[in-house]
């Protein structure tokens, strides 16, 4: 049960790293400098998923939270860059999409 909770910690981490990037993403497509208010938070969100990295790493290891970030990271960024950006996505990219899902379940140790 705690592999769970470290994953699902991992998982709101990562949603927050997610959101600095995209308040990060809209600062440079609008030419803000990087004292803006818009710039700043995604630099706080950054900060604040640190909490959520120290609480996941008690739960999991450290190849284990690093693997789930990258993987977390990459779906919701993916996601992100179609839906909210129009970008597209190849047959290449969903393929490895395919196996870094796969990676993560290969390194999840949950009983």
Same mark, same amino acid.
């Given at each position: 049960?705690? +592999?769970?909770?470290?994953?699902?910690?991992?998982?709101?981490?990562?949603?927050?790293?997610?959101?600095?990037?995209?308040?990060?993403?809209?600062?440079?497509?609008?030419?803000?400098?990087?004292?803006?208010?818009?710039?700043?938070?995604?630099? +706080?969100?950054?900060? *604040?998923?640190?909490? +959520?990295?120290?609480?996941?790493?008690?739960?999991?290891?450290?190849?284990?939270?690093?693997?789930?970030?990258?993987?977390?990271?990459?779906?919701?960024?993916? +996601? *992100?860059?179609?839906?909210?950006?129009?970008?597209?996505?190849?047959?290449?990219?969903?393929?490895?999409?395919?196996?870094?899902?796969?990676?993560?379940?290969?390194?999840?140790?949950?009983?």
């Amino acid at each position: 049960m705690s +592999g769970v909770i470290g994953y699902a910690l991992c998982f709101g981490a990562t949603v927050i790293v997610v959101a600095g990037d995209y308040a990060i993403k809209i600062a440079v497509e609008r030419g803000h400098t990087l004292s803006s208010p818009i710039f700043m938070t995604g630099c +706080g969100l950054y900060a *604040l998923s640190a909490i +959520g990295w120290f609480m996941a790493m008690r739960h999991i290891s450290l190849a284990q939270t690093g693997v789930a970030f990258s993987v977390f990271s990459l779906l919701a960024l993916a +996601g *992100l860059g179609v839906v909210a950006f129009g970008e597209r996505l190849e047959m290449r990219e969903v393929f490895g999409i395919v196996l870094a899902v796969c990676s993560m379940l290969l390194m999840a140790r949950v009983v």
